[in-house]
């Protein structure tokens, strides 16, 4: 039985294996059908975003990587009282070195040694906070365990305390880091860093956008170089071997800025320091839609919130909203790890299943599945869809937490969320479990369903998004964040399936995530969308940011939601397409459609108008429309008839395969507790006809 795993919290010899078959160029075939989740990694990856570990009491052990497309792990910690303190960093299949700081950035412990072998530093603190750094060197890549060690003691600590920065010498931690202020042309400085003096840090602004670089060169021994941005997030290194000279070149907003110069040795290392300004990147072109491209485009409103909410912004979501737009009365399923629907940004939000009563052990509405009255766990097979991992939680959030003024706020806010259990609390679960929930998701209602994970070809899964296809659902499923040229399965589907659309990462700067896999020469059809730093719902009422094709998927979700409810009559095929249509703004490094815009994609779905179809002779009764097909051929989008209805009670567009076209198709409009959010569909009798029971034309 196939099963399906979140990278971090992967072993290492099914993740070796994971990532080897994943790495390939897949073909279909049954015998590799592993799947897993890819979220945010276990550990942050700034000092700001420090994954909190709390006061450690006992000895704790995590298994992660780090490298490309995680460019640090950061953990943060507590000790009460005078403690003896170790960290050892091992099983590594990737250079990484290991550095303690303190709450005032000076670096009090560190081990760099070359290659894989193992790294510990031991050490006595004192009560406080303090930070574990994990740097993989140059651009290596790879995995490692870290284990805390401690043991009470009553040696006193020793207190590091770094001196001023001496005339002309750059300060040793990021708050008494030399400011040379803003950055308009070119500074050089001449340095030693080493020994007492452990780390230098300049601090500079910039006032507009600009390409930068930054060249440690003239070294007398190796020193590596950093620059973060002012959150604590790495923007830019370069940590070659030895005393070859290191460059970095970057393209920086607005904004303040670090550079970190750290020795590689216990020695004294003199280098010379240059920060050059180049000429501001000239923006990309965006060439204005024609009013046949976008016949009603939305206004510019303010930008939602503040930095937490970039991402929100980047899509253009606060100009559906301003629309009337919000996602009222469409339902987005969320396959993932569950969802704490308790959360005060999620609960108002959560999908009720309206033909259920729960708790009295019936399963009411005859669905097959017992009080599943706000979704069901195929991982527990029962209506329990806790989230006891915090990833599906974080999914949910980004699509649709609501806008109450506080915590994160969704794409959607005004979405229904499907909370759909197909991976447990560690991230593990299994393909047929992901095909059953997809099944699940489309037979009770839902419009849109969200898959951020990723793995092989599985062929139980391609069947039920065929299955979601036929019922006109759209499905967003993550590229995958290996930095690979191609995504992995089931985003390739995106290539064979109408209905189901890939999506890729990008940063606040619009330049591709470089954990996030590229489309190559899969043929997916592929968006990008936020996914860096991406603020939002975890377990117990709390907030925090993940970053991953995880987090991108859901805005892309939220997005359809958007335009569904601008019009709820479209099909599957022709909410893709718009969203496509939307992707205008290139992102740099990206061969994908492009980044999403609701802007766009809302106001294109809004204005569609469906067609009449020439081979099609319909004929008006008392109490039904019959629609008779008159060619044998089909007439619609991508090999199938589309039906097209609609009421007061908003009868979606129904899409026939070429089996069903030769059935007749009842569809009743004036029962809508038959159909939750889309008709029920009854076989009937005739054949080559379709009737619309109740729909008035």
Known sequence: MSRIKRRAFQPEPLESRLLMDASADLAPHDSSDFVFIQSADIAGDTFGRARDLGTLQSSMTFVDRVGSSDSADVFRFAVDGSVGFSATLDRLTANIDLYVFNTSGERIARDTREGTASERVSLTLGSGDYYILLLPRGNAEGGYRLQLGLKTTSTPTAQIVASAPTSGDAGDTFRRATNIGSLTATTTRS????????????????????????????????????????????VGRDSQQGRTTEQISESLVAGEYY?????????????????????????????????????VPLPNVANEGGSTHWNVNAVNAPEAWNAGFRGQGIVVAILDTGVDRTHPDLVQNIWRNPDERPGDGIDNDHNGYVDDAWGWSFVRGNNNVFDHNGHGTHVAGIVGASRNGTGATGIAPSVKLMPVA?????????????????????????DVINLSFLGTYSRD???????????????????????????????RHSSQLSNVISVGAHSANYVRSSFSNRVGNSGAVQVDAPGQSIYGTVLGGRYSYYKGTSMATPHVSGIAALALSANPNLTAAQLRNYILQGATRRVVGSDSRGAVNAAITVPLARNHRASARADFVPSVTDSSLIVTQSDSRLNSDEGRVVIAAASNDEVRARQ???????????????????????????????????FVRGVSF
């Open 191 to 234: 340095e030693s860093v080493g020994v007492e003096d452990k780390a230098d840090v300049i601090r500079f602004q910039l006032s507009t956008r600009a390409n930068v670089t930054v060249t440690l060169g003239n070294l007398t021994n190796d020193a590596d170089v950093f620059i973060f941005d002012s959150t604590g997030q790495i």
């Open 461 to 491: 899964i391609f069947s039920a998004l065929q299955y979601a296809a036929n019922k006109n659902v759209l499905v967003a499923v993550a590229a995958g964040n290996s930095n690979w040229a191609t995504p992995t399965y089931p985003a």
């Open 656 to 690: 026939l395969t070429r089996q069903e076209r030769t059935d007749s198709i009842f569809v009743d409009a004036a029962n809508p507790s038959t159909r939750k959010s889309r008709p029920s569909i009854l076989a009937a009798a005739t054949i080559d006809q379709v």
């Open 259 to 295: 550079v970190l110069v750290l020795p590689r040795t216990s020695s004294t290392v003199n280098y010379q320091l240059v920060i050059r300004n180049l000429a501001s990147r000239t923006p990309v072109p965006q060439s204005p839609p024609t009013a046949a491209q976008l016949p």
């Open 422 to 446: 197909v991976m447990d609390s560690s991230g593990y679960g299994r393909t047929s479990n992901v095909a059953r929930g997809i099944r699940y998701a489309v037979d009770n209602g839902a």
